[in-house]
């Protein structure tokens, strides 16, 4: 069993910076890949960003490459979205998501974890 939890959502202009954390319980989270998701009011949920389960492969939607970067510490058990240049249209609440032994994008059925979410707004 994991359990996922984001942190460092919040509200910033645009231009500006947020980085979202997703923390995770258990001793064997090196073995699960893990994804950013998000969903806006209205719309579908859709991959933002993916690490493989060893960490040497990323993943990107083509909305954030070059904003955004994902990278995992497995000694703390976190993953990190490092979000640059916002955009109103990044809006959205962000859940991470995990897929044992995974790709830095595996299918969507494949992930089997998710967290509950954190919201980012950013202003216009």
């Known amino acids: 069993q994991v359990q996922l939890v984001e942190s460092g959502g919040g509200l910033v202009q645009a231009g500006g910076s947020l980085r979202l954390s997703c923390a995770a319980s258990?001793?064997?989270?090196?073995?699960?890949?893990v994804g950013w998701f998000r969903q806006a009011p209205g719309k579908e949920r859709e991959f933002v960003a993916g690490?493989?389960?060893?960490?040497?492969?990323?993943a990107y939607a083509d909305s954030v490459k070059g904003r955004f970067t994902i990278s995992r510490d497995n000694a703390k058990n976190t993953v990190n979205l490092q979000m640059n240049t916002l955009k109103p249209e990044d809006t959205a609440v962000y859940y991470c998501a995990a897929a044992k032994y995974g790709s830095s994008r595996p299918p969507p059925s494949s992930y089997d974890y998710w967290g509950q979410g954190t919201q980012v707004t950013v202003s216009s």
């Open positions: 258990g001793r064997i989270f090196s073995s699960y890949a």
């Open positions: 690490i493989s389960w060893g960490g040497s492969s990323t």
